[in-house]
């Protein structure tokens, strides 16, 4: 079997302009594309399960207090990022909402869990339903609180494409007093039921110029 360059095997694993399944932005890797630092290593189709984003940055803020999230970019939205204020004193919320068929998310305390690197989120955890929660409560008031103030991390979920039931994640960070959030991207795991674990401690950032280049070091 003839050796396949890194670009040859994106071009031949590569899904269609215009199908469904092809979303821009969005790469198709498996959990093993970054098994080692300089190492792009790209599995068969059948191996290809894991939907990345790309890094997103969408920002929740005043200048754009609702963001969205569409995992498999079929115009249904999974989750819904805001940001609520009040005023007197002036306190900034960051706000989960889920909103597509049967989307819930991995809870600590009341609130959505901030994941760390390498955990699992599979049918082993327990997801709540929530209509609207906290991620982040700050400002000028004495009411702090959320998982997220002032930190970053992962969201573990789980969600349904035609009718099968989906697991992922969302990297999100708010900053001190919750006035503005990032969504900074997102994955998901393309085979029903199946488990997906948040990225170790590497930046996948390191890995996307190997990747649309080609070059493999």
């Keep these: 079997m003839k050796k396949q360059t890194l670009i040859e095997r994106l071009e031949l694993y ?24 300089g190492a792009i290593l790209v599995p068969p189709p059948a191996e ?3 939907v990345y984003s790309g890094v997103q940055d969408k920002v929740v803020s ?5 963001q969205q999230v569409d995992f ?19 306190t900034y919320s960051q706000k989960l909402a889920v909103t597509g068929t049967a989307a819930k998310v991995i809870e600590n305390g009341g609130k959505p869990a901030r994941l ?29 609180g959320g998982n997220f103030l002032d930190a970053q991390g992962y969201l573990g979920v789980t969600f349904e494409i035609d009718s ?13 007093d919750a ?9 998901y795991e393309d085979t029903p039921d199946k488990a997906i674990k ?17 070059k493999n070091k």
């Design 48 to 50: 290809a399960a894991i």
């Design 179 to 187: 006035s503005v959030g990032t969504i900074i991207d997102w994955a």
């Design 14 to 37: 590569g899904r269609e302009e215009g199908t469904k399944e092809n979303t821009p932005g969005k790469l198709l890797l498996a959990t093993s594309a970054a098994a080692t630092v």
């Design 164 to 176: 099968n039931i989906h697991y992922g994640w969302i990297q999100y960070k708010a900053n001190n």
């Design 72 to 90: 498999n970019g079929d115009g249904s939205v999974e989750f819904t990022f805001n940001l609520s204020a009040t005023s007197a004193p002036y």
């Design 198 to 214: 948040t990225p170790k401690k590497f930046n996948w950032n390191l890995f996307l110029p190997a990747i649309i280049t080609g």
């Design 62 to 66: 005043t200048g754009q207090a609702q």
């Design 116 to 144: 760390g690197g390498n955990y699992t989120i599979s049918s082993q955890r327990i997801f709540a339903a929530i209509s609207s929660d906290d991620l982040a409560i700050g400002g000028t008031s004495a009411a702090t």
